[in-house]
Structures are given as C-alpha cells and as structure tokens.
C-alpha cells in the first residue's frame, strides 16, 4: 500500500486549505482511513478518521467544527478540509490506512500504512 499526501503550504491565520491522500496498492476501501499531524518536539497526534465507506467519522477535540475529513473511494482518495486555521495547527499532516474499516482505532500503533507527510504551515 502506498499512500502520498499533497496539498500542504502556508495560509495566514484564520484561512483554509484541502490536504489529499491518493491511495495505491490494494483496495482502498476496505479499511477506515485517519489523518494524524506531528509538530516539532512533539509526539504524533491523532486528527481524524473516516470510516471505510465514508459514513462515519471522529475528530480530536481541536479540531472538531473547523476540519472535515472525507473520502472518495472511486477516486482512491481522502481528504481533510481545514478551516479556521490557527497557529497551532502547524504540523507535518500524515494520511494512514487503519486495521479496521470502523473510525474506533485512533492510536498511532493502529495504522499500518502511513504517507510521506505534507508540512501546513499557519503564519499570523
């Protein structure tokens, strides 16, 4: 399986920005698919999963009301729509592909497959 994210850069404080994940490799929806983000210094933390059809899905706190995290399995690709950006959403923005196909695993150890990462940087 391979995954590759895309789409990340540098937005002012407030703005919004769309992160993809295209999927290779095996059947993309057979399994839930997770965002999670990693910021310097600091351990890598769960963001977002979607469920394998895209009917489900669950956010981290701080993220909850301003990201949406989304799928198309005909296009082999999730997503992750981020409004009202803050500084501290700054981070390294990785996609991963659960054991599972629900959204009830969240922790770093149930992801096998993880993508390259795509750095979103939030400037004031």
């Known amino acids: 399986v391979q995954l590759q994210a895309s789409g990340g850069g540098l937005v002012q404080a407030g703005g919004s920005l769309r992160i993809s994940c295209a999927a290779s490799?095996?059947?993309?929806?057979?399994?839930?698919m997770a965002w999670f983000r990693q910021a310097p210094g600091k351990e890598r933390e769960f963001v977002a999963v979607?469920?394998?059809?895209?009917?489900?899905?669950a956010y981290a706190d701080f993220v909850k009301g301003r990201f949406t995290i989304s799928r198309d399995n005909a296009k082999n690709t999730v997503y992750l729509e981020m409004n009202s950006l803050k500084l501290e959403d700054t981070a390294v923005y990785y996609c991963?592909?659960?054991?599972?196909?629900?959204?009830?695993?969240?922790?770093?150890?149930?992801?096998?497959?993880w993508g390259q990462g795509t750095q979103v940087t939030v400037s004031s």
């Open positions: 490799g095996s059947v993309f929806s057979e399994k839930a």
């Open positions: 979607v469920s394998y059809s895209g009917g489900s899905t």
């Open positions: 991963a592909r659960s054991r599972i196909h629900t959204t009830q695993r969240r922790n770093v150890g149930d992801f096998r497959y």
